[in-house]
């Protein structure tokens, strides 16, 4: 797509469908033209301090976006480019994000709908902000056979025909037994993004060597949930001071870090990819800088919740901080945010949980694992960007293009061309984390009752508000 500025020279601008006008920016601005001196001087002028920490100011602009044909047209500084649209939204006082993708979610059906569904799941997705979710296997059935993965497309469309949209992964072996291949090339064809024994990791190395050169063949690549299964019998706690004090069953890190040892050598010696779940300790993350700096091609993602919260959650035997691998130490969650904002660990993904008040208000032993996810993620981690602690780039980075580009998903980065997913982010909106204002089905998350700032206030996926009532039009 040619620039804006050039298409009005020429005289041939399409016709434009959606304006958002006055949205706070913190990023660059890419192939917008040269503006005019007029709006160069309103984009001086706009320039504001948005955050501030730690005596540091991240510099936002206003900027202008025009979508056309559900792309983006130009990202521009605001005033800058004199376009009018058939329909025009007012975005003063809201930040500017691009939508997130999640490449780890637990959507429950088929099989668990009580937990939560394919429409309720994609619900809560497009109220967090998020254009793309890729969901995991462990259904019932599994996810390894076409007909379920069509079947979960067919839900999505159903649910919500305008996105997010929906990347079912693969299992990695029938049943997530842990015993036979599944039929990957039946699942690619049929839509699978990507594959995965998730929630049961392969304790046998050459089945798993196997499904990765077979994976790989298809150009897929396997994603881990890294723990081995003999050091971490789904404990949930990590195994340190507060289990020793509380007496509970607990894991050790160097469970997970053992498979990450594993997966990156085998990846190595198979000059394969891999793409590591949920990592959550100092211990993986020197893992994975060791094998990057050796060329290994691994990707990793962390959560929110490893990045926010410490075992210190557990002590009060509280099952909602339940969570596989589990929360760990506080000198754990400090390497993971440095090793997110120095790409080490390349994305971010909610690793959504949902399970029932029924299942998780039991003892801590019996409880499930797992955090429900979706509806706090991007206010979670927005804190940690207001913080000083992550770079606005490296949120971008984690939430969008890393997560796409390892995925080949539809990504938004401003540039003329790209889908228009974008959120507008009342930063300063503070709310109550309750059943009330959740929309996932489950309600199962440590942070119940907290306080939390930031809110999505309108979303829009291809140029369409899926989300809005809380912006106005001018
Ligand atoms: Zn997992």
Redesign the pocket.
């Known amino acids: 797509m040619t620039l804006p500025t050039q298409q009005l020279e020429a005289g041939k601008m399409p016709k434009i469908d959606l304006a958002v006008r006055g949205a706070l920016w913190f990023g660059p601005i890419k192939g917008s033209g040269k503006p005019s001196e007029k709006g160069a001087a309103a984009a001086k002028s706009a320039l504001k301090g948005g955050l501030s920490a730690r005596g540091q100011q991240l510099k936002g602009q206003l900027v202008d976006v025009f979508v056309a044909k559900g792309k983006i047209m130009a990202l521009a500084p605001a005033g800058s480019l004199d376009l009018r649209a058939a329909k025009e939204i007012d975005a003063s006082g809201l930040v500017l994000l691009p939508s997130l993708t999640d490449v780890?979610v637990h959507l429950r059906e088929p099989g668990q709908e009580y937990k939560e569904d394919i429409a309720s799941g994609l619900g809560a997705a497009a109220h967090g902000g998020f254009a793309n979710l890729m969901c995991?296997a462990n259904t019932r059935p599994v996810n390894d056979t076409a007909s379920v993965t069509e079947f979960m497309l067919e839900q999505a469309r159903k649910g919500w025909p305008h996105g997010p949209r929906l990347f079912p992964i693969g299992a990695l072996t029938k049943g997530l037994k842990g015993q036979e291949l599944a039929p990957m090339a039946e699942l690619a064809a049929a839509g699978c993004k990507a594959m995965s024994n998730?929630?049961r990791p392969v304790e046998n190395s050459e089945l798993f060597r196997r499904a990765m050169e077979y994976a790989s063949d298809l150009g897929m690549i396997v994603i881990d949930?890294c723990e081995d299964p003999y050091l971490a019998p789904a404990a949930g706690m990590n195994e340190g001071e507060v289990s020793s004090r509380l007496g509970l069953p607990a894991q050790p890190d160097v469970a997970e870090a053992i498979q990450v040892a594993r997966d990156v050598l085998l990846a190595e010696y198979l000059n394969v990819p891999v793409h590591l779940?949920?990592i959550s300790c100092e211990k993986s993350v020197a893992l994975i800088r060791f094998a990057k700096a050796r060329g290994v091609d691994v990707t990793a993602e962390t959560c929110p919740h490893y990045l926010t919260l410490t075992e210190d959650e557990a002590a009060g035997y509280s099952a909602a901080a339940k969570v596989?691998?589990p929360l760990r130490t506080r000198a754990d969650v400090d390497a993971l945010i440095d090793a997110l904002a120095e790409g080490v660990v390349d994305m971010l993904a909610t690793?959504h949980a949902p399970h029932a008040a029924h299942e998780k208000e039991v003892e801590f032993d019996a409880a499930p694992c797992g955090i429900s996810g979706l509806d706090t993620a991007l206010s979670a981690t927005w804190e940690l960007v207001r913080a000083g602690r992550l770079p606005f780039d490296a949120f971008v980075r984690a939430w969008t293009t890393a997560p796409c580009g390892r995925f080949a998903l539809p990504v938004n980065t401003f540039a003329p061309g790209d889908p228009a997913d974008f959120v507008l982010f009342d930063q300063d909106a503070a709310w109550t984390v309750s059943a009330q204002t959740m929309h996932s089905k489950s309600k199962n998350t440590p942070l119940l009752g907290r306080s939390l700032r930031g809110r999505v206030a309108a979303h829009f996926l291809a140029g369409k508000m899926v989300i809005g009532g809380l912006v106005s039009g001018v």
Request: proline residues 10%.
């Open positions: 780890h995991m998730d929630g949930h779940a949920h596989s691998p690793d």
